[in-house]
């Protein structure tokens, strides 16, 4: 109980996050929104084995994390999540890529590099992804959407989807309660029944989800996404997006590491 009770906790970690008033939080969310794009653009367009030049993409991160006051715990707890499921993808990856590199003397199979490549360019896409909704919240994302013409069910769906999953906890965390209760003394649930158990939770979600659709249509839902009060842009997001645009841009053409370290070793020559 405690851990179901822990993930409905952290659940609204995010959105609690979003409700802050810093410079990143009163950035137009369709700025933010375009901003994240394409960053998520530039860091998947990188070839598979490359590694030095995705370090500069941190600097995005960790900037909006201190300008945003966004503590690390709980975007580290969810990028941990993901990480089994990356780790699966490329664990094999030295085993199928058995070409060698020399490094530092040492050769080392050119599918470690791939290895590296998907866990940065993943702990990126995530880290970034997260920090959207926790500077921005699901609601002004939706409407930044809208803006941008995409259609209103794919964002309703989504919207829906986001708002439903915490529905189908709460309905989770009652029924076990429920089933600890007949079962005492007992560690979670038998296998024996797992499948009824399964099935009742799917039609108790359904029923309170259509309780709350008909909530909805009392109140006056008609299909359409009500965006509320969105500010208009300003210079100053215009200014966010293309100097962030443009430094992502000179990340991908350029090498900055090497340039960086070629200027190092210059200025110690002098």
Do not use: C
């Not at 003397?105 to 959207?132: D, E, H, P, R, Y």
């Amino acid at each position: 109980m405690a851990t179901i009770k822990n993930v409905l906790f952290n659940m609204g970690v995010l959105d609690d996050l979003a409700m802050k008033e810093t410079s990143i939080h009163r950035i137009h969310p369709l700025i933010k929104l375009l901003t994240t794009v394409v960053y998520l653009t530039v860091v998947v367009s990188f070839g598979k084995n490359e590694i030095s030049n995705l370090l500069p993409f941190f600097l995005y991160p960790v900037l909006i994390m201190v300008f945003a006051e966004i503590p690390v715990v709980p975007i580290l707890n969810r990028m941990v999540l993901v990480t089994p499921f990356i780790i699966g993808i490329g664990i094999l990856n030295p085993f199928f890529e058995v070409q060698t590199v020399v490094v530092f003397g040492t050769s080392i199979s050119q599918g470690w590099f791939t290895f590296v490549s998907l866990l940065l360019k993943s702990a990126l896409t995530v880290a970034v992804s997260l920090m959207l909704i926790a500077t921005t919240g699901m609601n002004q994302l939706a409407a930044a959407l809208r803006m941008l013409k995409v259609p209103k069910i794919f964002v309703l769906q989504l919207l829906l989807t986001y708002r439903y999953i915490s529905v189908l906890i709460e309905e989770l965390s009652r029924m076990v309660r429920a089933y600890s209760l007949r079962a005492p003394g007992q560690k979670g649930i038998h296998p024996r029944v797992w499948g009824s158990f399964v099935g009742q939770l799917l039609l108790r979600t359904y029923d309170r989800g259509s309780r709350v659709y008909e909530s909805m249509n009392a109140r006056g839902f008609s299909g359409e996404y009500h965006r509320g009060n969105i500010s208009k842009l300003k210079g100053k997001d215009i200014a966010y997006f293309l100097s962030w645009s443009l430094l992502f841009m000179l990340a991908r053409l350029y090498d900055l590491p090497l340039l960086i370290e070629a200027l190092i070793f210059s200025m110690g020559g002098e």
